[in-house]
């Protein structure tokens, strides 16, 4: 009697077993964790502890569907279709579930129909609609044009030249302010001493201000950063508002007046202040679409703005306002990208690979580090930016109280000081950052702290992937960080 209870426990078991699901596996890094939660992993083979769904998560580049996450479906939910398809994508990925084994493994991408498998009835629709489309085309071309030429008959057109400094849809740059006069200027202290300049609280006309003097060796740093300021429409709340300029300064050359931030830097805020969660969330997404803003190409009324990647972004390098917002500063190393001037681009391209080697060391992505960049496509540049963003947003979450565990708040440290001391040299960092693909320490609770459909973590590793093209742009991580809720 006894064996035969035992022989049907055992096939109850194995019946049990037989009924559970089996899906292909496939996980990054940071998601593994997430994803072994919903069953065993054996190889590729992902054994479902509590769901009968496979998914499936694919990126769709140039319309075909690769790969990105595969295995037991986390949450349980009805999967009624045996297939793994879909039809529909948000932004570049699109995903499926569906109740067979190892169904989605096979995953079939049923593109949106196209207009001319549209149904009689529609087809009837765009015979009337499309030539009247046409037709207001035309006539707004027609308005357009006529007021252009209205416009542009009291205007001389400049020559296309980029260096020149004039104000035309083709113009990388404005007309300079004339000089200020050192007059107007009441010194008070030296606040701070960099490589380049050193920084001074002063008043203009009796308003509070920092003036930055360059010395007289690098007049070169103070003309790209006072091009910099110089660009059209460059007004917005995450860049340091530029008040003036002017040369001749007493033992000194070049100097720079802009707008007083009360609390200083980013790394001297961090290093004396810990803050609330609300606080992190208005300095990171105050940075976010600073660094977003800086890197948009703008063309708003026959002025241009190109995009402009920072070069050395780091907490030195941004300063936290009266209001708790941060702004971008410290434009030496910058590079102003897609000048429609052929040569000034050549140009700017040979200052890029000088300039790519000056950064602040420990901020530098690896492709920089290794001396690798492709200057030929500017996006290597901004990504670069976004490598040292996502290094920004871990100093900012290192000193937030709400993340700390209950436990008191650990003491700022800049990236990599853990692990690599104060100081680290370029073959240090080389060895850690681009051969061993090392990054800062990430706290465990991290990886499940959700903020809108990404985790802390999540955010963190798609700013400083290892490969530049893999990470996110600066506008896609303001996006991001836009959905914390204070």
Known sequence: ??????????????????????????????????????GNVSGAVHHCARTLCCMGSFFLGDGHPVPDLLGCNVVEMECPETSCFSSEQDRNFTNCVCNTDFCN?????????SPSTA??????????????????????????????????????????????????????????????????IELHQVVGQGHFASVWRACLHGAPVVVKVFSAHYTPEFQREREVYSLPLLDHAGVVRFLGAGRGWPAGDGF?????????????????TSSSWACCVKLIQSLSQGLAFLHSDLHRNGMHKPAVSHGD??????????????????????????????????????????????????????????????????????????????????????RCAELSAGTSVSEYRVPYEAELGMNPSREDLVSFVSER???????????????????????????????????????????????LLP
């Open 119 to 184: 149904s009689p009835g529609v087809s009837s629709l765009y015979i009337l609609v499309i030539p009247l489309a046409v037709f207001l085309m035309v006539f707004c071309f027609y308005i357009i044009t006529r007021y252009t030429q209205f416009l542009n008959t009291s205007v001389t057109k400049p020559p296309p030249d980029c260096d020149r400094m004039v104000t035309s849809q083709c113009s990388c740059h404005r007309s300079e302010s004339p000089d200020l006069s050192l007059a107007s």
């Open 256 to 272: 720079l007046v802009l707008e007083l931030a009360v609390h200083g830097s980013l790394r001297s805020f961090l290093c004396w």
């Open 437 to 483: 693909r090392e990054r800062p320490t990430v706290p465990e609770e991290w990886g499940q702290h959700y903020q809108g459909f990404y985790t802390i973590r999540e955010v963190l590793e798609d700013c400083w992937d290892q490969d530049p093209e893999a990470r996110l742009t600066a506008q896609c991580a303001a996006d991001r960080l836009a959905t």
């Open 313 to 398: 972004l780091s907490s030195s390098n941004v300063v936290v306002r009266a209001d708790g917002s941060c702004a971008l500063c410290d434009f030496g190393c910058s590079t102003i990208l897609r000048c429609p001037d052929a040569m000034g681009w050549q140009q700017h391209r040979h200052l890029s690979q000088v300039r790519a080697q000056v950064g602040t060391l420990c901020y530098l992505p690896p492709e920089i580090l290794e001396g690798f960049v492709n200057l030929g496509n500017s996006r290597y540049l901004m990504q670069g930016d976004v490598y040292a963003l996502g290094l920004l947003l871990w100093e900012v979450w290192t």
């Open 1 to 38: 009697m006894w064996l035969t209870v035992f022989v049907l426990l055992v096939s109850l078991r194995e019946s049990e077993e037989a009924q559970r699901r089996r899906c292909v596996y496939l996980a990054r890094a940071h998601n593994a964790r997430h994803m072994e939660e919903a």
């Open 105 to 113: 493994g096979n995953f079939t991408w049923v593109a949106p129909p």
